[in-house]
């Protein structure tokens, strides 16, 4: 057996039996801490994601020096979503100097990482040009009511989350980095999106994004907006029509968007 193979076996052995000893801080964390200093960078990725999964205090040191010392970087991207996942302020000059890192993917976690860290730790308040978020947003499923949507759905999902990310109250996540131990009130957002055929030949797209608390997914709202492309010529190319989709869709997402933080802003 490779040494390889003879690691991956170990790990696979090991973690139902520490699973059920979970008492204080998760026996785990330090196994797969160990394993960050594995000579194996398929090891070390394995481990920073077991660590994302179960995220305790006790693992933010041995994270921020094996990413300071970590050549690969799908390694040091895995590394920056355990951060993010554990929480622990006193890892943001790390991050901070992961930001600038060469790797495109690195950086995105980078991003990711800072905008927890810095929710947890909010910018001083005698700088008051910063906005401080209030509260922290999960998308789940975008989902096409129809087959012929699902393209859409795939922009809209985008859109959305570009929308979102521009809000300076707002803290996005994955649902995999959402912490218990963000401060912030934490909601999750299920969309969908339909788009028919009017009585005068043109298109109409509507969006519904379902906010629900996280945890505990209890429903708060609904945000349902459309957007109508009138009066499309009968023979009008599948371009054309897509690209009338794709404008309603637009002006759906944008409005939907819109009500969805306004209803947020409004909750006590």
Do not use: K, W
């Amino acid at each position: 057996m490779s040494d390889l193979r003879r690691t991956f076996a170990v790990l696979g052995a090991l973690v139902p039996l520490l699973a059920t000893a979970r008492l204080g801080a998760d026996p785990r964390s330090d196994f797969f801490c160990r394993m960050l200093t594995n000579t194996d960078v398929r090891v070390r990725i394995s481990a920073a994601l077991r660590l994302r999964d179960i995220p305790t205090a006790d693992s933010v040191d041995p994270l921020v020096a094996a990413l300071q010392r970590e050549p690969n970087a799908t390694a040091r991207a895995a590394i920056l979503s355990a951060i993010a996942a554990v929480g622990e302020p006193r890892a943001l000059p790390a991050v901070e100097h992961a930001a600038e890192d060469p790797s495109p993917a690195v950086r995105t976690q980078a991003a990711h990482a800072l905008a927890v860290l810095r929710a947890i730790a909010p910018a001083p308040d005698d700088n008051p040009s910063l906005v401080a978020p209030r509260f922290r947003l999960a998308i789940g499923t975008f989902a096409a009511r129809d087959r012929s949507d699902e393209a859409l759905a795939a922009q809209a999902l985008d859109l959305l989350t570009a929308g979102l990310r521009t809000d300076p109250s707002v803290v996005l996540l994955e649902p995999v980095g959402i912490v218990s131990r963000n401060p912030l009130p934490g909601y999750f957002i299920d969309g969908s999106v339909r788009a028919s055929t009017t009585a005068d030949g043109g298109i109409r797209v509507e969006i519904s994004l379902v906010v629900q608390t996280d945890p505990g997914r209890e429903f708060r709202f609904e945000s349902i907006a459309s957007a109508v492309v009138p009066e499309l010529p009968r023979d009008a190319s599948a371009a054309t029509r897509s690209a009338a989709r794709t404008m309603a869709m637009r002006h759906a997402i944008t409005s939907a968007t819109q009500h969805t933080l306004t209803q947020l802003s409004g909750i006590r």
